[in-house]
């Protein structure tokens, strides 16, 4: 594996499974003891909720303000301080550190040069994986996102609809120069009753298939009802499929 992995988690499909997806693989990475960084990059960032974590003032929020007032990006070496303390690690794994989003406004009008400062940033830290979790639309911060990563993990559903944005979004990568070797389909919420063949959807866009996660509704709302986050660490059958992902993800060296 490269001496650090930045995956970034992205699809045209909201609901697909992004934020799931780059939570419980960057645990697994972090029990793999590999040091790892959660970045919440979506406009409504729903890490700290699935990770039962209070959310204002820390974070993006601060790193933001002082980019925003400052007239030139800032040298690294001034901005480590503020990036290390709006870190902050919500588990007792000492290897998982997330940063979280700020406000929606705040997301919304951050820039691509922002953004990808901000990654950079991460950059410098020692981290051996950083995973992004991005939301779906198409903007300059999610670009930003792409653009950084090493493998694009991209998370889709068993439906035409879903599919379909995932052929649309096949030209948006093309367009930015992301060599298909770096990008993945993680087909999420298999069912065997959708009838939909993960193969031949394989077949028809043309990225690899990475991983198939089953449905696990079930499993989640139990966890929701006990007041247990969407960390499926506890929960064994739920938490292979994302093993096995990670698993893939370092066999094959961080490029598919
Ligand atoms: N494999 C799964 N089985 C059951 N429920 C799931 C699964 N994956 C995700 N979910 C549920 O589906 C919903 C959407 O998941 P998630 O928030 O991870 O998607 P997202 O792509 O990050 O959404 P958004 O586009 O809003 O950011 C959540 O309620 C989540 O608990
Ligand atoms: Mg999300």
């Known amino acids: 594996m490269k001496k650090q992995l930045v995956i970034t988690v992205h699809s045209p499909q909201g609901g697909s499974g992004k934020s799931t997806i780059a939570l419980n693989l960057a645990l697994e990475f972090a029990r793999k003891n590999m040091r790892v960084l959660l970045m919440d990059m979506a406009a409504y960032g729903g890490l700290p909720a699935m990770l039962k974590q209070p959310v204002r003032g820390v974070g993006m929020s601060s790193l933001i303000t002082i980019l925003e007032q400052s007239s030139d990006l800032p040298p690294f070496e001034h901005f480590s301080g503020y990036f290390r ?4 690690s919500p588990r007792e794994q000492r290897d998982f550190h ?11 009008s951050l820039s691509s040069e922002y953004a990808a400062y901000m990654i950079r940033a991460a950059q410098k830290e020692n981290y051996q994986v950083i995973v992004i979790d991005t939301s779906s639309e198409l903007c300059k911060r999610n670009v930003a996102c792409i653009e950084a990563a090493d493998l694009l993990l991209v998370p889709t559903l068993q439906d035409v609809a879903s599919g379909w944005k ?15 070797e770096k990008i993945a389909l993680v087909v999420n919420r298999c069912t065997k009753y959708s ?19 089953p449905d696990v509704t079930k499993i ?8 247990v986050p969407m960390d499926l660490s506890e929960k064994r059958k739920a938490v292979v499929p994302f093993q096995q992902l990670a698993q893939k993800i370092l066999t094959a060296g961080g490029t598919v």
């Not at 303390?85 to 902050?88: G, K, L, S």
Request: aromatic share 8%; charged share 25%; glycine share 8%.
């Open 85 to 88: 303390e709006a870190v902050t």
């Open 98 to 108: 997330t940063l979280f989003s700020a406000s929606p406004l705040k997301m919304e």
């Open 166 to 180: 995932i052929i649309l979004f096949k030209e948006i990568a093309a367009s930015l120069n992301v060599a298909k």
């Open 195 to 213: 009838g939909f063949n993960n193969r031949e959807l394989e077949a028809e866009i043309g990225y690899r298939l990475l991983g198939e996660i």
């Open 220 to 227: 989640v709302q139990r966890g929701i009802n006990a007041g």
